[in-house]
């Protein structure tokens, strides 16, 4: 089963890269961007798969394509915030003050939401639009304070969006080797490889999307990882997919200049 990249039938004409091809696939990519880029391509297992691309991705449009009805807007943005200002679970009363709606509408939107939500056996609202308060395997560290997510998109939107200083730890699900990405203002600082899993239908993003979206080191070792499990998604840089990770998650934190935690 190929890997869709959205822009190539990549993986059917596979070819070693020339020391030429780098430049060319770079050019219109930012200075501070060029050699972590080339860094990445070289290590690509097949040239016909772009590099640099700025469309937005396939993968990422499925997920964008499912609009957020107000009420629910309303509980996300001050369900994310209570978490990422506290670190501690959410009670319901104090959820719906914040969010200025009654007990019974958050009730009805967590039954019709349930796989974007997380909570504990208590009712507590313990993870919310990708951040959590429950460790996972994609750790933020945001000004010594550590909140977690539940895949590697949430991670790059919520420090994009942010603007926030801090560092993403994570593990490259093919190799066990840890990823480790530093941002700085909400931009990502060197390398790093991102899988987004195509084809959302508005099912649990939570537990059946999420589990799938993850970082990797270089490229080819998400290119195997993804054709072994014979998946179909877009596989891009960090740098690639920042900007379309904040501007969704800038509707879920607001305008802000820091985080507050």
């Known amino acids: 089963m190929p890997i869709a990249t959205g822009t ?6 596979c070819c070693v890269p020339t020391a030429t091809e780098p430049a060319a696939a770079v050019v219109e990519a930012d200075d501070s961007e060029v050699s ?15 590099t640099v691309q700025t469309d937005a991705t396939a ?11 107000p009420e ?42 349930a796989g974007r939500v997380q909570l504990d056996e208590q009712g507590r609202l313990l993870g919310i639009a990708g951040l959590t308060i429950e460790p996972s395997g994609h750790e ?31 593990t490259d699900p093919r190799t066990g080797a840890t990823v480790t ?9 060197g390398g790093g490889t991102i899988f987004i899993l195509g084809g959302y239908d508005g099912g649990n993003m939570r537990e059946e999307w999420c589990p799938l979206v993850n970082f990797f080191n270089n490229r080819s070792d998400a290119e195997t990882w993804v054709e072994d499990n014979q998946l179909t998604g877009d596989i891009l840089t960090v740098h690639q997919i920042t900007e379309e990770a904040t501007e969704i998650w800038q509707a879920v934190t607001g305008p802000t200049d820091h985080p507050t935690c």
């Open 181 to 189: 990405i530093e941002f700085i203002d909400g931009q990502p600082q």
């Open 72 to 113: 629910v807007a309303a509980l996300r943005t001050a369900g994310f915030r209570l978490l990422l200002d506290r670190g501690t679970p959410v009670g319901l009363d104090d959820w719906a003050e914040a969010a200025d709606i009654d007990q019974e509408t958050i009730s009805e939107v967590l039954n019709r939401n």
């Open 36 to 50: 972590a880029q080339e860094d990445d391509y070289l290590s690509a297992s097949c040239c016909t798969v772009p």
């Open 59 to 69: 993968a990422l449009d499925d997920v964008k394509a499912h609009e957020v009805a």
């Open 140 to 170: 933020l560290d945001i000004r010594g304070q550590k909140r977690w997510t539940w895949c590697a998109l949430d991670a790059v939107g919520i420090l994009g969006a942010l603007e926030a200083t801090g560092t993403i730890r994570s």
């Open 8 to 13: 190539t039938d990549q993986l059917l004409n």
